[in-house]
Structure formats: structure tokens, C-alpha cells
Nanobody, 114 residues
Framework: VQLQASGGGLVQSGGSLRLSCAVSGNPYGIGDMGWYRQAPGKERDMVALITVRGAPIYKDSVKDRFTISRDNARKTVNLQMNGLRADDTGIYFC?????????WGQGTQVTVSS
């Protein structure tokens, strides 16, 4: 199973980016999908998750700015990020809850300049 993430980059404060993640291989079932972030010098934490039925869960600091979505047929998960701030900077990791184990993408860098 591989997770291929894309869409990171450098953006000015207030700008937007869209992250995408595609799952290849057979994870024997997919549960929650989402995105985690590791800011410089900090631990990785959850930014947004979405359940199989499409219910989103957001970190408080990104509510009303980020939108997570998924396509179960295509095994993809996306994160639309608007109103980006400097404290959104970090490496964003795609996450998939598999039936047997969890899966992680390689990470994509998001840098927001103030």
C-alpha cells in the first residue's frame, strides 16, 4: 500500500493550497482518512480527519478555513486550505486507517510566509 501526496508549496499568508492524496495497492478496507501536520520542533498532530461516511473532524485552529473531502471509489482524500497562516507551516502527512494497519504518506511541505 502506498499513499502519494501532492499539492504542498510556498504561499503567502492568507493564500490557499489544496493537498491531495491517492491510495494505491490494497489496504484491505479503508476507514478514516485524513491529514496530520508536523510543525518545526513539534510533534505530529491531527489537522483533519474524515470518516467513511464523510463526517469531518477538524483541529480547532483550522475550523472554518480548511475543508477535507474524500472519494471512496478513487481512494483519494483532499484538503482545501484557505486563509493560510504562518502557524500552518509544516510537513503534512496523509493518513489512512486500514483494516489491518494504519498507512502514512511521505509528507508534503507547506510553508506560509507572513
Amino acid at each position: 500500500v502506498q499513499l502519494q501526496a501532492s499539492g504542498g508549496g510556498l504561499v503567502q499568508s492568507g493564500g490557499s493550497l489544496r493537498l491531495s492524496c491517492a491510495v494505491s495497492g490494497n489496504p484491505y478496507g479503508i476507514g478514516d482518512m485524513g491529514w496530520y501536520r508536523q510543525a518545526p520542533g513539534k510533534e505530529r498532530d491531527m489537522v483533519a480527519l474524515i470518516t467513511v461516511r464523510g463526517a469531518p473532524i477538524y483541529k480547532d485552529s483550522v475550523k472554518d478555513r480548511f475543508t477535507i473531502s474524500r472519494d471512496n471509489a478513487r481512494k483519494t482524500v483532499n484538503l482545501q486550505m484557505n486563509g493560510l497562516r504562518a502557524d500552518d507551516t509544516g510537513i503534512y502527512f496523509c493518513y489512512v486507517q486500514g483494516l489491518r494497519e494504519d498507512h502514512w504518506g511521505q509528507g508534503t511541505q507547506v510553508t506560509v510566509s507572513s
